[in-house]
């Protein structure tokens, strides 16, 4: 079903796990889904009217993944793996060849991760303007015995040098540990948080969960942050775990919502974006940012996110789908102004429904492609022979 016209029903709790949330949404929240939003972009017709996609190839790349969560493209082609219960990472050829990535800093990750419920080894990002060949430096989002960290190490082929720690003392728990991580077009590295299900973390400019961080390739705080000297981009998430870049410099996040919302967020530096006050939409009227498309908890818990010239594509864990939310173009004069931001998407279209399980991860191949990352391995899908895998999917 369109996921701005879902049906009015609460569901379970929209996680990667189905334990349901030590805390309630406090009154605020909505549960009536938008009209489709008036039309701010230059020539629009006045609706959201975009036209859809269609799945034309799926493929499987490479099978027998455990438990998969992080995948990013090395300038060569291949692309890095994390597996979260293992603490380990593979490279990933495009011919499907399978390598285990060792070495120092390989056996510093696995000796650092504690993997519990969603925590692990999370995400991985390769950091801007690497060589197309030779070593390139990559970051790695693990929970740790004492928290959630991001550290950094040099690749070689498929040796991991030492780690140092770029960022430390992020909020870890069972679940809501967020731990996707990735370069915006301005050159720093974004780090998604949780809350942990300790909910008064998430609007807390104090505390790292429940928020998007923004440093430096060396772990401080980037240039430009609300606060110059926090890490803190934007507050009031409960799980993001995916962000990505359209061309025109939009930022998107994903994020899990409790009982009733899944979310699609816009992302402004310094923006509130409600929880735990509000899940979904509602919040504007409060001065919180409120989200550009929202989907009932039983059809996403979106996770990874790719982002290209014509979509969003959010992986969908207990929706089991590839949701595309198509992009509209945007007055270039509006992009500062958020009143802008629900005209600049169209209606969400599911893609491959019920097709592969839970999916977890979806990036852009450098052929195009897209590569998603299915999640039945890790407890709480049902895997079926080759489970996990990656699957390459071409739409047109």
């Not at 939003?37 to 017709?45: E, F, I, N, V």
Request: glycine share 14%; charged share 20%; with cysteine.
């Amino acid at each position: 079903m369109g996921a701005l016209a879902v049906a009015l029903a609460l569901a379970a709790c929209s996680s990667d796990d189905p334990v349901p949330a030590a805390t309630t949404t406090t009154p605020g929240a909505t549960v009536t889904p938008p009209a489709p939003a008036a039309d701010a972009s230059p020539g629009g017709t006045g609706v959201r009217d975009v036209p859809t996609v269609a799945v034309t190839s799926v493929q499987d790349v490479v099978t027998g993944l455990d438990a998969p969560w992080g995948l990013a493209f090395l300038p060569d082609g291949r692309a890095l793996v994390t597996l979260r219960d293992a603490a380990a990472l593979v490279v990933v050829g495009p011919d499907g060849s399978l390598t285990d990535v060792t070495g120092p800093g390989a056996d510093e990750v696995a000796a650092a991760t504690v993997a519990r419920g969603e925590g692990g080894l999370l995400g991985v990002a390769v950091l801007p303007d690497a060589p197309a060949s030779g070593p390139v430096d990559v970051v790695v989002y693990l929970t740790s015995r004492q928290d959630n960290r991001v550290l950094r190490a040099t690749l070689d082929g498929a040796t991991l040098g030492p780690t140092r720690v770029l960022l430390d003392g992020i909020p870890s728990g069972t679940n809501h540990n967020g731990g996707r991580l990735a370069f915006g077009p301005d050159g720093y590295l974004y780090v998604t948080t949780g809350d942990t299900y300790t909910t008064d973390l998430a609007p807390d400019p104090a505390s790292l969960g429940g928020k998007v961080l923004r440093v430096t390739a060396d772990g401080e705080p980037a240039p430009g942050n609300p606060d110059a000297a926090s890490p803190v981009w934007t507050r009031g998430h409960r799980n993001v775990q995916g962000i990505g870049w359209a061309p025109d410099g939009r930022a998107f996040a994903s994020e899990f919502g409790q009982d009733t919302w899944d979310e699609l967020n816009v992302l402004r530096a310094g923006a509130d974006h409600g929880w735990p006050q509000v899940e979904g939409l509602g919040g504007a009227a409060q001065g919180l940012a409120d989200p550009v498309a929202v989907w009932a908890t039983s059809d996403a818990s979106p996770s990874g996110l790719a982002v290209t010239d014509e979509g969003v594509y959010l992986a969908g864990l207990r929706g089991r789908t590839l949701w595309r939310v198509p992009l509209r173009p945007v007055d270039p004069a509006t992009l500062d102004d958020p009143a802008s931001d629900a005209a600049g998407v169209g209606e969400p279209q599911p893609l491959l429904a019920d097709e592969h399980g839970r999916l977890r991860a979806v990036e852009v191949a450098p052929d195009g492609s897209l590569w998603v990352l299915t999640n039945n391995t890790d407890g709480r899908g049902a895997p079926v022979e080759g489970d996990d895998r990656i699957l390459r999917v071409t739409v047109g």
